[in-house]
């Protein structure tokens, strides 16, 4: 049985047409995904990222938050070291400079493949659902420096591109767990923890698909509700007759550290 029932009643009698109009109405700011409570049930991972990062802060006397959005992770951990937060979506910078620049966090434009920051100048990097680059993650972090990284794989909530019927934004094998280590091996990176895992996300109304589709428009680039009308009322009717639209996520964790100077 869907969960969060009483809290999803509400939408049990509303129409497409209701749902369509207040998702895209609904402001999508930074990674702030509060308007889907209720509406979705993420289904839980065998890892919290959330608490390992805070385990890191006491060992660490620099970080940089890699694609930080509208700063809404780094800020949690606050207190914090000496911080950097990077971001490349022009929108989320005056965002997060308001939520993170009070905590001492110095906010800068710019994004993981060209990261702003000097080689060797922060002793942690966090990552969390973000463009990796082990390159430039390698360089910008100290001898002993740590990366903890939380990815989401290229085989992430493929059904959504199929029930729309349009091609993944990436090859199914672009981005794995494997490839991911492979990647920060070559570049010197020691690798201390890699997991990964495929949990199941439910959604409860239509509304919910389209406001998750237009938070992360990479997964369907070029969503557009109107012209995927015939497609959304054929979720809404499964979403109706079934109680949710199921989607398998795709996330994988890598901790991992640079070698000490030889």
């Known amino acids: 049985m869907p969960h969060n029932l009483g809290e999803r009643a509400p939408m049990i009698g509303r129409t497409y047409e209701e749902l369509i109009s207040d998702a895209l109405r609904a402001a999508v700011v930074g990674w702030d995904f509060s308007w889907l409570t209720g509406r979705v049930d993420r289904g839980c991972l065998p890892w919290d990222y959330l608490s390992l990062a805070r385990d890191e802060l006491p060992q660490v006397t620099s970080l940089l938050d890699v694609d930080t959005g509208g700063g809404e992770l780094l800020a949690s951990l606050a207190p914090l070291p000496a911080a950097i937060a990077t971001e490349p979506y022009p929108p989320n910078l005056p965002v997060a400079t308001a939520r993170l620049a009070p905590?001492?966090?110095?906010?800068?434009?710019?994004?993981?493949?060209?990261?702003?920051?000097?080689?060797?100048?922060?002793?942690?990097?966090?990552?969390?659902?973000?463009?990796?680059?082990?390159?430039?993650?390698?360089?910008?972090?100290?001898?002993?420096?740590?990366?903890?990284?939380?990815?989401?794989?290229?085989?992430?909530?493929?059904?959504?591109n199929d029930a729309l019927d349009v091609p993944p934004p990436v090859p199914p094998d672009a981005r794995t767990l494997?490839?991911?280590?492979?990647?920060?091996?070559?570049?010197?990176?020691?690798?201390?923890?890699?997991?990964?895992?495929?949990?199941?996300?439910?959604?409860?109304?239509?509304?919910?698909?389209?406001?998750?589709?237009?938070?992360?428009?990479?997964?369907?680039?070029?969503?557009?509700?109107?012209?995927?009308?015939?497609?959304?009322?054929?979720?809404d009717a499964h979403i109706r007759r079934t109680g949710s639209f199921d989607v398998t996520s795709h996330r994988f964790l890598v901790r991992a550290h640079k070698k000490g100077l030889s």
């Open 178 to 235: 494997a490839s991911t280590v492979a990647g920060l091996e070559d570049v010197g990176m020691v690798i201390d923890n890699a997991r990964e895992d495929y949990p199941v996300a439910r959604f409860f109304d239509v509304g919910a698909v389209v406001f998750q589709l237009r938070s992360v428009p990479w997964q369907v680039p070029g969503f557009d509700a109107e012209s995927s009308g015939e497609h959304l009322r054929s979720l």
């Open 103 to 160: 905590l001492g966090v110095d906010v800068r434009a710019g994004s993981g493949s060209t990261l702003p920051v000097g080689d060797g100048e922060v002793t942690l990097v966090l990552n969390r659902h973000g463009l990796l680059d082990p390159a430039q993650t390698a360089r910008v972090l100290a001898p002993h420096g740590v990366l903890l990284t939380q990815q989401v794989g290229s085989r992430n909530d493929l059904e959504f």
